[in-house]
């Protein structure tokens, strides 16, 4: 759902580095974002995402590397040259301004006209759903509001490349499910060019169009959110999106072997390293009647079955030890029919589902 504004643009990053110390904090990323897509940096605390970014504001300035925004070389432009709106995860107002005085800053650093100015910020305003509020106080303001009014102050001078660093961490869950989708019609409306900051998995897949998944300093993989999902390029994207249980298997000329016996693969295997299957909790199932012929079986022991409302996990061990996770939707019926700890049950996994990637984190 790309919609390319007028006036949205590229985003180039070449070979940038960025050391404290010891720490590559980035070491040696390049990353294109698309004109007009919404892109999110995604991985754990200390991977590096929020140096990126502020290297893309330009409050940080790389050791290496090279940053272009359309066809113009940014490294060297100040922070308020390079028309780029920001939205932090503290909210970083003014607690003394009202909400107008907030939203209007950028303006006045511009030295926008004061008509101009009133009308931008009301339209701001309108655009986070805050119409009317431009007298209030900041500390009368929820948390929603307060990102809303933080949001409002990014747009209003219309960047062409909006960056937002975890801007929903501090809400409630509820909330932050709310502005998530908010902000993904926000951004189909606006169209500006979009790097948003997360280590919320799901938040990631909900939001993006593609997602570079961050670890070290270095992007792991760049891909949309259902080939991350279905694809991932090695265990460390494997284990951070989503759940997943990983087997060693062995190479025996084009086949693979689990336990020594040939697996049935829908995709492609790996061409080098070692290799692990990969097996999400919702792709594998209890085999029944149902269940096809051509399917990977596999002879397990329950081991925990846990109710969780909406569905059920249950923890089963094959014969080496080794822990498969399976999550089925539960309906009438569906818990007291279940085998339980420290019965035999047999899982089926269909080819399709059997996701063959390369150990280590790439
Ligand atoms: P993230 O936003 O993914 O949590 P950061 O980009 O903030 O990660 O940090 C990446 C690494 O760089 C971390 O190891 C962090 O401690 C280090 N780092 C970031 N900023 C500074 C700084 N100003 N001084 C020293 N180390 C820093
Ligand atoms: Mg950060």
């Known amino acids: 759902m790309q919609n390319e504004a007028v006036g949205a643009l590229p985003i180039t990053v070449r070979n940038v580095t960025k050391r404290y110390g010891r720490v590559f904090a980035l070491d040696d990323v390049s990353l294109d974002v698309r004109s007009g897509e919404f892109l999110t940096l ?17 409050f940080t300035r790389p050791d290496r590397g090279s940053l272009k925004f359309g066809e113009t070389e940014m490294i060297r432009k100040p922070p308020h040259l390079r028309d ?58 929820s948390g929603g509001q307060k990102q ?46 979009t790097v948003y900051v997360t280590h919320d998995q799901r938040e990631a897949l909900t939001m993006s169009d593609r997602i570079a998944v961050v670890n070290h300093g270095r992007i792991m993989q760049l891909a949309t959110p259902q080939a991350l999902y279905d694809r991932p390029a090695n265990r460390f994207v494997a284990d951070f999106i989503g759940d997943s249980a990983f087997l060693p298997v062995t190479r025996s000329g084009d086949q693979v072997l689990l336990h020594g016996a040939p697996l049935k693969i829908g995709g492609s295997i790996p061409a080098s390293g070692s290799l692990l299957l990969m097996i999400r909790p919702e792709r594998v199932r209890l085999a029944g009647e149902e269940t096809g012929e051509d399917v990977n079986r596999f002879e397990a022991t329950v081991s925990e079955v846990v109710y969780q409302g909406d569905s059920y996990l249950l923890y089963a061990r094959l014969s080496d030890g ?18 339980k700890p420290g019965a035999q049950a047999t899982l089926a996994l269909a080819p399709e589902d059997a996701i063959l990637i390369e150990d280590g984190d790439g």
């Open 42 to 58: 995604l991985g754990p605390s200390g991977s590096g995402k929020t140096t990126l970014l502020m290297v893309l504001a330009g």
């Open 84 to 141: 780029v709106g920001m939205v932090f995860q503290n909210y970083a107002l003014f607690p003394h301004m009202t909400v107008a005085g907030n939203v209007g800053y950028p303006l006045r650093l511009r030295n926008t006209p004061k008509a101009e100015a009133e009308s931008r910020v009301e339209r701001a305003l309108e655009t986070v759903q805050l119409g009317g509020y431009g007298a209030r106080r900041i500390d009368q303001l």
């Open 148 to 193: 809303r009014v933080a949001l409002a102050r990014s747009i209003v001078f219309e960047p062409r490349i909006l960056l937002m660093d975890e801007p929903l961490s501090a809400l409630d869950k509820k909330l932050r499910d709310r502005m998530q989708i908010e902000l993904r019609h926000l951004h189909e409306k606006l169209g500006m060019t």
């Open 322 to 339: 080794s822990e498969i996770g399976l999550r089925g939707p539960i309906r009438e019926g569906t818990v007291a029919g279940l085998p």
